[in-house]
């Protein structure tokens, strides 16, 4: 995985040793991803607009907020990931990959930590016990 740090400030590599916040967004299928401060960043689509990409091109991304403890992931299934059209097959596709992908980025920067999902982000398990 090819891994992109943004900073207009300071070393990343530094600030992940003190353990400050960072952001970050994978692509899909995990070929690359790109993370900055959080306090640089401070959402996911400002992130993309920093590294030139174009913001409304979040939906291609797997988005998370992470340190030295734990990594939440921001858990948004867009409506038409893989082309999955039966809606609890398509969210638990998109479960089961981001675990993977997320988990291959956290361990590249040698983050072996729990990925968590935030209570607000959990609306999408309800499709799953239908």
């Not at 590294?51 to 858990?75: C, M």
């Not at 981001?98 to 935030?118: H, K, M, Q, Y």
Request: glycine fraction near 6%; charge should be negative.
């Amino acid at each position: 995985m090819k891994i992109i740090k943004y900073s207009e400030r300071e070393d990343l590599d530094k600030a992940m040793k003190k353990n400050e916040p960072m952001i970050a967004i994978i692509e899909f299928g995990g070929e690359t991803a790109y993370m900055g401060h959080i306090d640089e960043c401070m959402e996911h689509h400002i992130l993309l607009q920093k590294v030139g990409l174009p913001s409304s091109d979040i939906d291609k991304y797997f988005r998370i907020i992470f340190d030295s403890e734990s990594a939440d992931w921001t858990f948004i299934c867009p409506p038409n990931y893989k082309e999955i059209n039966d809606k609890r097959r398509r969210i638990a596709t998109f479960y089961a990959d981001g675990f993977g992908v997320i988990s291959a980025f956290l361990s590249e920067l040698g983050r072996f930590t729990d990925i968590a999902i935030p209570k607000r982000y959990r609306r999408h398990f309800g499709a799953l016990g239908e």
